[in-house]
C-alpha cells in the first residue's frame, strides 16, 4: 500500500508550510490527483487520517479532485480522453499524441485557522 507513503509526504509538506506561516490548524488539506497516478483515493484518505493525529492537521479534511487523463493531437489540435488506450486521433488519424494531464499528485492548497 503506496498510499501511506504518499500520505507521510504530503503530510509532511502541510506540516512544514503549516510551520513556515506560523499556522497552528490546518483544517484541510486540497490534494489533486489524476486518473493515472495510481492512487486509489480512499487508500489515501484512511492513511492520511491514520498519521495525521497529534500533528497541526490532526482535524484536517483531505479533499481529493480527480484530474482526468486528457490528451493533445499535435497534428489537429483536437483533446481527447485518454483514461482508454489511445493509438490515434480520433479526429484525424494522426499518432504524435501527447498525454497533458492524469499524471498529477500534489498539494494544491491548505487551509487553515
Avoid at 39 to 61: N, Q, R, W, Y
Wanted: contains cysteine; proline residues 3%.
Amino acid at each position: 500500500m503506496h498510499e501511506l507513503s504518499i500520505a507521510q509526504s504530503l503530510l509532511g509538506i502541510v506540516l512544514q508550510e503549516a510551520s513556515r506561516h506560523g499556522v497552528g490548524r490546518v483544517t484541510k488539506v486540497a490534494v489533486k490527483i489524476g486518473s493515472l497516478a495510481g492512487v486509489v483515493p480512499s487508500s489515501l484518505t484512511f492513511s492520511f487520517d491514520l498519521i495525521k493525529e497529534g500533528t497541526a492537521a490532526s482535524e484536517a479534511v483531505l479533499d481529493i479532485e480527480r484530474v482526468p487523463a486528457m490528451g493533445i493531437c499535435h497534428a489537429c489540435g483536437e483533446q481527447m480522453d485518454m483514461s482508454e488506450l489511445v493509438a490515434a486521433c480520433p479526429a484525424c488519424g494522426s499518432r504524435d499524441i501527447e498525454l497533458c494531464s492524469g499524471q498529477e499528485l500534489y498539494v494544491d492548497h491548505i487551509e487553515a485557522e
